[in-house]
């Protein structure tokens, strides 16, 4: 069982900055493709971005991309989304999920992601 949790949210400013944790434990491998969505309020979850073990597949929504970065230090069970000239629309809760069934998948939202932190919110302000 994959416990994962977020941190790094809160309110800033749009033109501003954020970088997003989301820590693993409780399994003994994590050579998996990590994750990270959201959902603004009375919208469906989104996919933001994706990233497998080695860092050399990753995936990123149109709506982010070239604003936000994913990346993981493997050796802290870490996984990141820094996060640059936010936007008003950015405003979510940010999921961080494990696709720890599809150990060896392509990064992307297309992957059953089987394990989910309970979100950090983060609030940009126009």
């Known amino acids: 069982q994959v416990q994962l949790v977020e941190s790094g949210g809160g309110l800033v400013q749009a033109g501003g900055s954020l970088r997003l944790s989301c820590s693993a434990s409780g399994s003994t491998e994590y050579d998996y493709v990590m994750g990270w969505f959201r959902q603004a309020p009375g919208e469906e979850r989104e996919f933001v971005a994706a990233i497998n073990w080695g860092q050399n597949n990753i995936y990123y929504a149109d709506s982010v991309k070239g604003r936000v970065t994913i990346s993981r230090d493997n050796a802290k069970n870490t996984v990141y989304l820094q996060m640059n000239s936010l936007k008003s629309e950015d405003t979510a809760v940010y999921y961080c999920?494990?696709?720890?069934?599809?150990?060896?998948?392509?990064?992307?939202?297309?992957?059953?992601?089987?394990?989910w932190g309970q979100g950090t919110q983060v609030t940009v302000s126009s």
């Open positions: 999920a494990a696709a720890a069934s599809a150990p060896y998948g392509s990064a992307g939202p297309w992957l059953p992601y089987d394990y």
